[in-house]
Nanobody, 125 residues
Framework: QVQLVESGGGLVQAGGSLRLSCAAS????????MGWFRQAPEKERDFVAA???????????YYADSVKGRFTISRDNAKNTVYLQMNSLKPEDTAVYYC???????????????WGQGTQVTVSS
């Protein structure tokens, strides 16, 4: 069972930046399709970004429309870690952010196979 541990959440003012990290266990991290989702209070968990594995450390990258141009997903396979750089944060970005493994989907819907415990991001206005 792969374990996912998120970090980097916190409180930031609108317009600020945060970088989330997700450290994964397992020997074949480079082959994992990884992604980020978020869940605001009393709302469903929503897709944020994904890097889906193709072949030989080549990945497709996807973003939700609401974060395009502001968030960047990246990974360091040597460190078994995926990142989410969040810039120009808005109060509506406030949510618990979850890292996910085995992410799959398309514009209509995205799914994660296993999940981290989540990290809180709060953006004040």
């Amino acid at each position: 069972q792969v374990q996912l541990v998120e970090s980097g959440g916190g409180l930031v003012q609108a317009g600020g930046s945060l970088r989330l990290s997700c450290a994964a266990s397992g020997r074949t991290f480079s082959s994992y399709s990884m992604g980020w989702f978020r869940q605001a209070p009393e709302k469903e968990r929503d897709f944020v970004a994904a890097m889906t594995a193709k072949v030989s450390n080549v990945y497709d990258i996807y973003y939700a429309d609401s974060v395009k141009g502001r968030f960047t997903i990246s990974r360091d396979n040597a460190k078994n870690t995926v990142y989410l750089q969040m810039n120009s944060l808005k109060p509506e970005d406030t949510a618990v952010y979850y890292c996910a493994k085995d992410v799959r989907g398309s514009d209509s819907a995205w799914y994660g196979g296993s999940w981290g415990q989540g990290t809180q991001v709060t953006v004040s206005s």
